[in-house]
């Protein structure tokens, strides 16, 4: 069997997530102490939530024999999967992959069911429904589930439409394609095809080729052009931001193992308590500032929602559309300006507030005490002869100082003016730069835009047909309120990712910072340990892996469409 290359990006941070903290919890482990079973336990407790919910679900669903169930064995590698069941026999199935839920289901869901009810409930948690189709394209049945999720259920903005079995069709891909999408297209009419993410693939190819070692058909199956619509997926949503949490759990624990650990110097584990005691406290500034702005998009959400149905249940019948259509586009963006308003004060809350903590934190007995202890043990060691422990604790007691804001401690507990120098530099303030994506930028002016060519044309089929025309237009009417609501509810989705990603940035800006001055500071002790002591070692490598992971989706979040 050929090995699965193919992967998703948050499939591989999932799965280096989960490498990580198996490592560390047999490091936890290997030790056999009561504290650091503790810990093991904690870090187990606090991160079973994170597995549980899962970093993202996707749904597969659509035409009966499609090959949904084809598409995840070409996903996850998995040969076992039930490929060619019955529709009578067959259930809804979920698979992990690696921390990423896929879920199979039967196939169309045009009648809602009470004992499909998981069905409905996992396609209504999903992050990403991907609707499949084979080259067949769709018939009225499929057309009329295809809408009825996008537009009825609202799904629609996080649709995904796949057409498989391309290789049963002769002829040049380029041309099926455009074929294909012109039956699309005209086959969801009013709707626009525009609105969803869209690819053309042969998913046996696919596994043929990986099982064979033929690389040949795995480049004709396309599949990969399926894995980068999900990884833009993924990124332009956000989604990736969703393991900064448990990520940072984990180095928590780390912190405090380190600490424990090292406890054979009384001085480098007075410095590591500070060190894990200041962290604790940017994480606890950090959380309130993430947790306030959530409150943000979710109030924005709801309003917005909200509005999309007060607009959809009022008398549409006479409406000017193009009036509308502008009204709703100011009402959007008076919510945007409020959001950003409310943000910027948010954020100078936080600011203030991580200001007012650390220099109350460096207040404490703890730091006054530390810095009274090394000074002393500097001077007595100043005519002995450990030059390498000296440099120690000039680093540390320099390190406390450049975190001291506006050099307060420079000021209260300078011993020498060499070491002035050294943190001057260090001290000078730090602005927030608020980096808003520009509202031209949002996809929202694309999604009102077609709002208004949606409403056109659907009133505009009114006078094309013969049907007695109360009817037709009762009928259009329908049509025109379901669109609303889906389109404001996937504005409202849309602004909540950009505020999601955005929230991540500010984070960055606000306590970024302070944490790679204390990430630096602990990389620099643990260094300085480990040179004595193998487990650290690993520890300390075990942090690097947690960081470079985080590093990672921080970088995916600044360049979600690279
Ligand atoms: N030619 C071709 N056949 C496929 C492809 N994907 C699935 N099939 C076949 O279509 C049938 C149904 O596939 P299955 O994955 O069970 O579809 P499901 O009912 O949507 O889960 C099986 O015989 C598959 O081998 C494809 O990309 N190309
Ligand atoms: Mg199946």
Known sequence: MGSNKI???????????KDTCVKFDH?????????????????????KIYQEQSVLTIAFIGQYSSGKSTIISALTGRRDIQINSDITTQKTTIYDWNGIKLIDTPGLFTEWHDHDEITYAAIAKADLLVFCVTSMLFDSVTVEN?????YQKGYRWKMMLVVNKMSDEAGDDQ?????????????????????????????????????????????????QSFIDRLNTFVECRGYLA???????IALSCVDETQWIVSRNSNQDSAFLEILTRLSRLVRKERDRLRTNVNMIALRLSSAIVKEGTLIASGALTNVDFERLNQQAELKIRKYYDQVQQELKAVVNAAINSRDKRINEFLDLPLVETFLTCVTQSKKDKLTGVNVRKLDGVNAQINWIKSIGDRGKYLVNNTTTSEELKITEGETSEKVIN???????????????????????TALGRVSDRGETLEMRRELQMADIRRYITSQFQAISQELQNQIKIECLELERQVYGEIEKKIMAAYTQESHAIAASNQSLKHLAEIRHDFEAILNYITQGIENPRV
């Not at 992967?7 to 997530?17: E, Y």
């Not at 093991?40 to 407790?45: A, D, G, H």
Request: charge should be neutral.
């Open 27 to 47: 490091l936890l482990a290997h030790y056999n102490s009561a504290k650091l079973t503790q810990i093991r336990q904690k870090l187990r407790n606090e991160l």
């Open 175 to 223: 041309q099926k394609i455009a074929n294909y999408s012109q039956s699309l297209g005209e086959a969801i009419y009013p709707y626009s095809l525009d609105e969803f993410p869209i690819c053309f693939i042969d998913a046996k190819d696919y596994c043929e080729g990986v099982d064979q070692g033929e690389d040949f058909f795995v480049e004709v199956s396309r599949f």
């Open 434 to 456: 608020y980096d808003f994506k520009p509202w031209q930028d949002l996809d929202i002016a694309k999604i009102i835009s077609s709002m208004a060519k949606f409403m056109t």
């Open 146 to 150: 295809f809408k009825q999720l996008a």
């Open 7 to 17: 992967t998703i990006k948050a499939v591989t941070v999932s799965k280096k997530f």
């Open 242 to 248: 969703k393991f900064d949490t448990p990520i940072r």
